[in-house]
Antibody, heavy 125, light 107 residues
Framework: QLQLQESGPGLVKPSETLSLTCAVSGGSISRSGYYWDWIRQPPGKGLEWIGSVYYSGSTFYNPSLKSRVTISVDTSKNQFSLKLSSVTAADTAVYYC?????????????????WGQGTLVIVSS | DIQMTQSPSSLSASVGDGVTITCRASQTISSYLNWYQQKPGKAPKLLIYGASSLQSGVPSRFSGSGSGTDFTLTISSLQPEDFATYYCQQSYSTPWTFGQGTKVETK
């Protein structure tokens, strides 16, 4: 069974870089048709898509965060990572990694079918 | 960006009730609409994809409908484990965006 597990510091100082890793187990990150995404949720608020990476290294970012975000993949370790620079208190959130699937029937539908448990990152001095 | 608006923001219901949640997109998104359920302290769980396709393992009391800009999630007979927050999400174009959520509470 596929499992995703986020890891990284739970506290980051303002203006510094937030770094998280998502370890994937129970399946290969290199499998065609799957994308690996980061999504965040500020406390008590809704969900915001941050960006995604394909096993080839191709990336897709939310324009609202693009200037500060880098997502990368390490196929040898079956994991992918998020870096968010110049963080402020507004970046305090639970960060989720998730697998995005391209539906094999339609080939145009995408959905998030597996999620990590989430990790809370607080930005504070 | 495509804005997703859910209504209501919250509702109160009893076990056995039928529940309907609405999601409206700011532009047409065909059937590129997914629904998720989130319980406190947990990650979202996929319920419906492609507006009306039930994810494997999800009870048949959940159903989705709609196309274009207006979509609904229906729970035919609310069960105790269904009290949660529900989110719609468009997969028509990036950036993928979510509705603000609908919290289903016990009456």
């Amino acid at each position: 069974q596929l499992q995703l597990q986020e890891s990284g510091p739970g506290l980051v100082k303002p203006s510094e870089t937030l770094s998280l890793t998502c370890a994937v187990s129970g399946g290969s990150i290199s499998r065609s048709g799957y994308y690996w995404d980061w999504i965040r949720q500020p406390p008590g608020k809704g969900l915001e898509w941050i960006g995604s990476v394909y096993y080839s290294g191709s990336t897709f970012y939310n324009p609202s965060l693009k200037s500060r975000v880098t997502i990368s993949v390490d196929t040898s370790k079956n994991q992918f990572s998020l870096k968010l620079s110049s963080v402020t208190a507004a970046d305090t959130a639970v960060y989720y990694c998730a697998r995005r699937v391209r539906d094999i029937v339609t080939t145009t539908q995408y959905y998030f079918d597996h999620w990590g448990q989430g990790t809370l990152v607080i930005v504070s001095s | 960006d495509i804005q997703m608006t859910q209504s209501p923001s919250s509702l109160s219901a009893s076990v056995g009730d039928g529940v309907t949640i609405t999601c409206r997109a700011s532009q047409t998104i065909s059937s590129y609409l997914n629904w998720y359920q989130q319980k406190p302290g947990k990650a979202p769980k996929l319920l419906i994809y492609g507006a009306s396709s039930l994810q494997s393992g999800v009870p048949s009391r959940f159903s989705g409908s709609g196309s274009g800009t207006d979509f609904t999630l229906t729970i035919s007979s609310l069960q105790p484990e269904d009290f949660a927050t529900y989110y719609c999400q468009q997969s028509y174009s990036t950036p993928w965006t979510f509705g603000q959520g609908t919290k289903v509470e016990t009456k």
